[in-house]
């Protein structure tokens, strides 16, 4: 019998500011084929100091970065999941505030290989490639804006392994190219979590690292070195969550985040909620 886990997955996958938005909205858990799942998050993120390359920098003011979005996941088959994330962010310091739709992301994830063992675990492999574009035309070049306005090809390979108690653990890889200016990125997440019928939580270690990218400030001998797009940043963030049904395939979550140490990125700490609820048989038949 497969493993397939109900829209609490999705909890984590809209509360990420711009700059701490390498986490990935691909999971290692199956839709199931006709199931759909949806989330409407919101999330609240304020960091008052400021990794400059490496050494924190306090802010004239605090930075406030509030989001909206929504996230829908389909399962075209036992093994094929369609997943789909559209954000809103709220930027604000001081006097300055911007907001608008940023990067919507679309991906197709594919598990490619599962083992059941005797004990009742599973080992699953999931392979995922996506795209990120950006949906307005904010400005990216500012470091005052909600992201840096670059496309981007996203893969991701995941390790899944889940005991018969609920126990589970997940490693995932991935590469993220970017449009020119902005530099790739190549991230790392480590899941670990407790899934049971009544609720589910769990931790995730996220890192990020750019390759290349220059390091704020700039230097004034290389234009235009008030560009954001140019900027890599670098970053480990700790992040949990939990979940739980309330009514039929309706459930709630909340959680919160914190950046332990970074590169060019704000020392930030969060929290945020969904209300999730699953469609089953969208397309008249079960698994």
Not at 15 to 33: E, H, P, R, Y
Not at 74 to 101: E, W
Not at 242 to 262: A, E, F, N, R, T
Request: charged share 10%.
């Amino acid at each position: 019998m497969r493993t397939t886990i109900p829209a609490v997955i999705i909890l984590l996958f809209c509360f990420n500011c711009f700059l701490t938005a390498a986490q990935s909205i691909v999971d290692a858990w199956t839709t199931g084929k006709g199931n759909l799942n949806v989330a409407l998050s919101g999330s609240y993120e304020k960091y008052d100091e400021f990794w400059v390359k490496d050494v924190p920098v306090a802010t004239s003011n605090p930075f406030i970065v509030q989001s909206a979005s929504a996230y829908g996941s389909l399962g075209i088959n036992k093994y094929v999941d369609f997943i789909l994330n559209v954000p809103y962010v709220r930027l604000s310091t001081g006097a300055s505030a911007l907001s608008n739709f940023q990067d919507a992301a679309a991906h197709i994830s594919v598990e490619c290989w599962s083992k059941f063992f005797s004990n009742g675990s599973r080992f699953s492999v999931t392979g995922a490639v996506g795209l990120q574009i950006p949906l307005s035309n904010y400005d990216g070049t500012t470091i005052i804006s909600i992201g840096q306005h670059a496309t981007q090809g996203q893969i991701h390979a995941l390790l899944h392994y889940k005991m018969n108690s609920g126990l589970f653990f997940t490693a995932t890889g991935g590469y993220h190219d970017k449009s020119n200016p902005s530099p790739n990125a190549m991230i790392g997440q480590f899941n670990m979590g407790l899934a049971k019928s009544k609720y589910f939580v769990q931790a995730l270690l996220v890192y990020q690292n750019s390759i290349g990218g220059k390091d704020l400030p700039c230097d004034p001998a290389y234009p235009p070195c008030d560009n954001f797009q140019l900027v890599g940043s670098d970053f480990y963030k700790l992040s949990g969550n939990i979940y739980v049904p309330v009514w039929k395939k309706l459930g709630v979550s909340g959680g919160g985040s914190y950046i332990l140490d970074g590169r060019n990125v704000g020392h930030a700490w969060g929290v945020f909620g969904s209300v999730v609820y699953g469609f089953k048989n969208m397309f008249g038949s079960a698994d």
